[in-house]
């Protein structure tokens, strides 16, 4: 089942709408995924098999939500290396934030020159924050579009773009964020960023967040080379990092 | 990176497992390198031959201490330096075979001295015993070179004995001449010394010098009692002499007095009483008699009482006391002569017992020398003797000396370890090389892999690490990997089976 044949529209007025916890279950979902398409998209549902996985997810949701305290954060996911997984872990944070039913959630693909989210939710080409920026006529509600995850949507990358830094930069860029932020105040945006090896593109994308979290593939880089790729960060903004085991690549 | 232990060992298992392949690779390198090796192993064969340090039996009693045995705890190093003297090891080499090698090439020799060396161990087997080894790869040769090594011990140490004994001895002799030229030297200076210092002893000459001093200590009195006698004689004749002084003043006077009269008599004849001679004379006279009135009366009358007796005896003491003083004082002089004559002696006396004193201590010093020259050659002589006894000991080789007990033989069995250990030892380390190589691997790679390993990096907080998630992928890729690990371990164990059979039928 195709995303791009059932576009959901959210509201087509541009006035900021404050959205209480009841009108949440009124927004239309597509159909939500299965069980097995959840697996093999690698994403968490709460009754999943792997315990240790879907805990994992809710321990870092609750940390965060710890240290938001009380407010809606803007949540930045970015890995030191590529191929360390921050998509994934975005996603099932995103998803995580989901589970609660008076949550919903929002992931972002800010990695506008290598999206990541678009082969786990096959939302390929479909328009989104490149598309936002380049073309003013084109309203929130266009880009954002329902996963296949129950209160988690999805805001694509777009079209493939160079100017990953410019645009990330840009104050259209930032608008949107603003916008999203203010629009749904229940909602928790998680933006899945480059890597820290794209410096420019991850310094942009943390100044829009509240809180960044670094992901750390298994065994793929040393101590030194963490320290000096956090210190690209603001520190203040660090929530904390976390090791990603399912980013172990089979080795021979 | 402190990383518990426990959590070091599950990483070392998840990367054992994350290695599968790799594992499965090593582990067939492992079994066929163990196998290999015990295959190619080279051989060693090692003899020894057991030497007995000779039983010394009845004459080690007799001659403790005296003659010098070596003790058996010094044997192993004292083998190891006669043996392995380059000479001997060639004279060894030369004797065996070594398969057409040119043992006059002298590279060639060097490098099998150094083997013999190498691979020879002389060991301790008990009180009395010493133990000789030898390994090689062939059979043969470590037996005669064994053989050799112990043949060449005794003859070495015989001759060596021998040597030692005849220049202990002749050395001791060589001192024995020395000393007793020594000797000879030391008795000549003192006699020598001995004649020519033949004066008495000490004590006569300090009784002399004792006597002496008495005798001028009674000289002494003598003179004082002289002087003082002298002194009263003297005052005595000075009274005598001013009384015959005065009363031979006053004679004069009258003598005087009488010629002037006689001459006034005389002129009165001639000239008459108013003449001018005559009354210049009387005046003379005058004079002359108021001044013998003037004199003292006791010398008047000494000189009117004149008389002949009185006279003749005034005159005799005078002369008495002027004997006796001029007794006194020859006797005086005399006792000065005496006094000086022994000083003279006295003072020769003193130098006559220093001399002395020297004298002794020299004498004490020669005779020192001569006793302790004496001694020495005794001394001497007594150690030659022993000397001669050890030697003769050794001519007739009733010393120690070593007996080959247990004579080297071609060794049978090889000492290096039976392929059977290698067999069973492959599989094992072909089990622990991957555990090993994870192990390492996880040690020597500084990758961050659990959440202890960044405190030591960063302040941050960790979240929970995410674990893997299983996939079909997954399943999938998991499925090959094992069939590729089957596939090793089938190589594996047909590569072992059939070394195995193959070694046991002997066909390797």
């Known amino acids: ?252 | 990176m402190d990383i518990p232990l426990l959590e070091l060992i599950k990483l070392g298992l998840r990367q054992l497992y994350l290695f599968k392949k790799t594992s499965a690779i090593l582990f067939l390198i492992g079994l066929v390198a163990v196998l290999v090796v015990g295959l190619v192993y080279p051989k060693k064969y090692t003899s020894s031959a057991t030497l007995k340090l000779e039983d010394e039996g009845v004459i080690r009693p007799l001659m403790e201490s005296r003659a010098a045995i070596a003790g058996p705890a010094d044997w192993v190093k004292n083998a190891t330096e006669t043996v392995f003297v380059y000479s001997v090891l060639e004279g060894i080499v030369k004797e065996v075979d070594w398969g057409g090698m040119n043992l006059e090439s002298d590279d060639v020799m060097e490098n099998l001295v150094m083997k013999i060396r190498a691979n020879t161990v002389i060991s301790n087997a008990g009180q009395s015993f010493l133990k000789f080894s030898y390994t090689d790869n062939d059979r043969k040769r470590a037996f005669e070179v064994t053989q050799s090594l112990a043949d060449s011990f005794i003859m070495q140490m015989l001759k060596e004995k021998r040597r030692n004994s005849n220049e202990a001895f002749d050395f001791i002799s060589t001192q024995v001449e020395t000393y007793k030229k020594n000797l000879t030297v030391s008795e000549e200076k003192l006699k020598a010394f001995k004649q020519d210092n033949v004066e008495g002893s000490i004590s006569a000459t300090v009784q002399r010098m004792n006597d002496i001093e008495q005798q001028l200590e009674a000289a002494n009195i003598e003179l004082a009692e002289n002087n003082f006698r002298l002194e009263s004689l003297k005052k005595q004749l000075v009274g005598e002499r001013a009384v015959r002084e005065v009363s031979s003043e006053a004679l004069a006077l009258k003598t005087r007095i009488n010629n002037l009269t006689r001459e006034l008599d005389q002129m009165k004849l001639v000239y008459h009483d108013q003449y001018p001679d005559v009354i210049a004379l009387k005046e003379r006279i005058d004079e002359l008699q108021i001044k013998l009135n003037k004199m003292d009366p006791g010398a008047i009358n000494a000189m009117n009482a004149e008389s002949e007796q009185q006279g003749a005896q005034g005159k005799a003491l005078y002369s008495e006391i002027r004997s006796q003083i001029s007794a006194l004082e020859s006797n005086t002089a005399a006792i000065n002569i005496r006094k000086s004559k022994l000083e003279t002696i006295l003072a020769e006396q003193k130098e006559k017992s220093e001399k002395q004193h020297e004298v002794e201590a020299e004498l004490a010093e020669l005779t020192r020398d001569y006793t302790v020259n004496r001694n020495i050659y005794q001394d001497l002589l007594m150690r030659r003797e022993n000397a001669r006894v050890s030697m003769n000991i050794e001519l007739e080789n009733k010393g120690a000396s070593f007996r080959v007990v247990q004579p080297a033989k071609i060794p049978l069995q090889a000492q290096t370890p039976p392929f059977i250990l290698f067999f069973l030892a492959a599989p094992l380390v072909a089990l622990i090389l991957p555990v090993v190589f994870a192990f390492a691997f996880v040690l020597v790679d500084q990758k961050i892999r659990v959440p202890q390993a960044i405190g030591a990096f960063v302040d941050v907080d960790v979240f929970h690490s995410i674990p893997h998630l299983n996939s079909v992928e997954d399943s999938i890729a998991f499925k090959k990997d094992m069939m590729v690990i089957i596939l090793f371990f089938m190589i594996s164990l047909s590569v072992y089976a059939a070394v195995g059979f193959l070694k046991y039928r002997g066909y390797l």
């Open chain 1, 1 to 252: 089942m195709k995303m791009s044949d059932q576009l959901v529209y959210i509201n087509s007025a541009n006035k900021p709408e404050i959205h209480s916890g009841k009108s949440i279950k009124k927004m239309a979902e597509v159909s939500e995924y299965t069980d097995q398409d959840k697996d093999k998209r690698k994403i968490i549902y709460p009754e999943m098999r792997n315990r240790r996985v879907v805990n994992n997810f809710r321990d870092l949701r609750n940390g965060l939500i710890e240290k938001a305290e009380g407010k809606n954060l803007t949540i930045m996911v970015t890995s030191v290396a590529e191929g360390g997984g921050s998509s994934f872990v975005a996603v099932n944070l995103a998803a995580a934030f989901a589970f609660d039913q008076s949550r919903t959630s929002l992931i972002i693909d800010t990695n506008l020159s290598a999206p990541g989210l678009d082969k786990i939710f096959d939302i390929k080409d479909m328009p989104g924050v490149v598309n936002f920026i380049e073309d003013s006529g084109i309203g929130l509600e266009e880009i954002i579009y329902a996963s296949g995850v129950k209160r988690m949507r999805v805001l694509p990358a777009g079209q493939r773009t160079e100017y990953a830094s410019e645009y990330l930069g840009s104050t259209q860029m930032e608008s949107l964020i603003e916008n999203l932020k203010n629009r749904y105040n229940d909602r928790f945006i998680i933006m899945d960023a480059p890597p820290l090896t794209d410096p420019a593109s991850a310094r942009q994308i943390a100044k829009l967040s509240d809180k960044i979290v670094v992901v750390i593939p298994y065994g793929k880089i040393s101590g030194q080379e963490l320290t000096e790729k956090l210190a690209l960060l603001p520190k203040e903004k660090i929530a904390g990092v976390l090791i990603n085991n399912e980013a172990i690549i089979r080795q021979f």
